[in-house]
């Protein structure tokens, strides 16, 4: 999944927030150096990518745009699922969208001394453009999208994967409304088993 759905799985806990929303940034054992809390979100956000990846119904959807998209229909899918959560953010949280990308991005900068330098990289322009926000766009999306194509090694194609999610719509969106109860359930337990987060906050989304 991508940034939109890792902060939203965090809840209302800050630090697992910023793990799961730095975690990309941070490479195996580096998680080691971080304060407990943020650590558990890098390693939560690390069981939610196992998760999905090992997903039937995620991998449904990147069999449908494999042809087309090769190895980047992971990548494409995680853009997919983050639109369908955002356009339909209501329906998870009782905060609105826009509140909750403040929140987040509130968050995520009061812990700036420990954002690795990518995030300090990218952070400002996702705010300037609210990235997240856009995400219930298909053209923000396909802004995302395009962004990721340029800055691929390899010819890609994701500067046209909008088009597929157009013409495919409710297949798309059927395979998210599928999978993702699936993965809030298996946060839920995974922080339950946790006995640091006995009384879990995953999906509690902040007032």
Do not use: C
């Not at 322009?125 to 990235?131: A, G, V």
Request: no cysteine.
């Amino acid at each position: 999944m991508n940034f939109l759905a890792h902060a939203y799985l965090s809840g209302s806990d800050e630090e697992l927030l910023v793990g799961n929303f730095i975690a990309d940034s941070v490479k195996g054992r580096q998680k080691d150096a971080y304060p407990v809390g943020i650590r558990k979100g890098i390693e939560l956000h690390r069981l939610i990518d196992t998760f999905t990846d090992t997903h039937a119904i995620v991998k449904q959807t990147k069999e449908r745009l494999r042809p087309e998209y090769g190895k980047f229909a992971g990548v494409i899918t995680d853009m997919f699922y983050d639109h369908f959560l955002a356009a339909n953010f209501n329906q998870f949280a009782t905060m609105p969208l826009l509140h909750f990308t403040e929140y987040v991005y509130t968050t995520v900068q009061k812990y700036a001394t420990y954002l690795p330098t990518e995030v300090q990289y990218f952070l400002p322009y996702m705010i300037k453009h609210n990235w997240l926000y856009r995400y219930a766009q298909v053209s923000g999306i396909k802004s995302s999208l395009e962004g990721l194509s340029r800055r691929s090694t390899f010819v890609s194609n994701m500067a046209t994967a909008t088009q597929a999610l157009e013409l495919h719509y409710p297949e798309y969106q059927q395979d998210f409304y599928q999978f993702f109860p699936d993965l809030q359930t298996y946060v839920k337990q995974s922080l339950d088993l946790d006995g640091s987060h006995a009384t879990n906050k995953a999906n509690q989304v902040p007032s």
